[in-house]
């Protein structure tokens, strides 16, 4: 096979992957497993000897409070680190988080969060009359897994507040969590010292305020904001 053939088999698979599932990508033939490394390379094991990650969580013990799903949710986003295209405009975010049982008081593995949000001027993708997406692209909404430590991260901008339904909702970013054996969690996170917390029904009952922390880097500065989750069993909460 040439290379040319090769980039046209890679983008058919693509764009079939994209209208009919992972049921039409094949491996070539002529693949080989990628040989595996004996030596761990002092890759430090970071559980103690009952198996428990040496980590601390940052949320109080209680579910985390739930809040409205929102019109905007679109499933099936992709799995990736970065909200936002590269470079875009708005101030840049870090948010990095656990996520944790409420019965084993332990992290959460593998479990896959949904998160999206609006953009730096408060629109979400298919609110922007001008730059409408395409049906299979998903601007400024992820999916995460969480790692062996319930760990996640991912890098966004800050979002900006918006007008709905007569009032002004605060900034937010939305967040869907599920993980076996858990009641699915739809929630959203705000910013503290927003003005139009006090005023939305939803963000004035909402304990899930982040503050980010300005960090300075030799190019610019980023905010960086910690948002732990704990999830109910889905028997406590009738939701799964
Ligand atoms: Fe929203």
Not at 75 to 88: D, E, I, N, Q, Y
Not at 146 to 161: K, L, M, Q, V
Request: hydrophobic share 35%; with cysteine.
């Amino acid at each position: 096979m040439t290379d040319l053939n090769r980039r046209d088999v890679l983008c058919q698979g693509l764009a079939g992957l994209a209208a009919a599932g992972s049921g039409s990508l094949l491996l070539a033939e002529e693949a080989a497993p990628t040989n595996a490394t004996p030596d761990l390379h002092n890759y430090q094991d970071f559980l103690d000897k009952k198996g428990i990650p040496q980590i601390a969580p940052a949320a109080v013990w209680k579910p985390t409070h739930p809040d409205i799903l929102g019109p905007f949710h679109v499933p099936g986003s992709p799995f990736r680190g970065k909200v936002t295209a590269p470079l875009a405009e708005g101030a840049t975010l870090v948010v990095r988080g656990r996520l944790w049982g409420f019965d084993t008081k332990k992290p959460v593995r593998n479990a896959v969060l949904d998160v999206w949000q609006a953009d730096h001027k408060g629109r979400y993708d298919m609110t922007n009359p001008r730059q409408p997406p395409k049906w299979h692209e998903f601007q400024n909404r992820i999916r995460l897994v969480t790692d062996e430590t319930g760990y996640y991260e991912y890098e966004t901008i800050r979002p900006a507040a918006y007008r709905a339904g007569g009032g002004v909702r605060p900034a937010h970013i939305h967040y869907m969590v599920q993980a076996p054996g858990y009641g699915r969690l739809i929630t959203q996170l705000y910013f503290k010292g927003d003005p139009y917390l006090a005023r939305d029904r939803w963000a004035r009952e909402s304990n899930l305020l982040i503050a980010p922390r300005e960090k300075k880097v030799p190019k610019g500065k980023y905010q960086l904001a910690t948002f732990d989750i704990v999830l109910a069993r889905a028997e406590q909460t009738g939701r799964n």
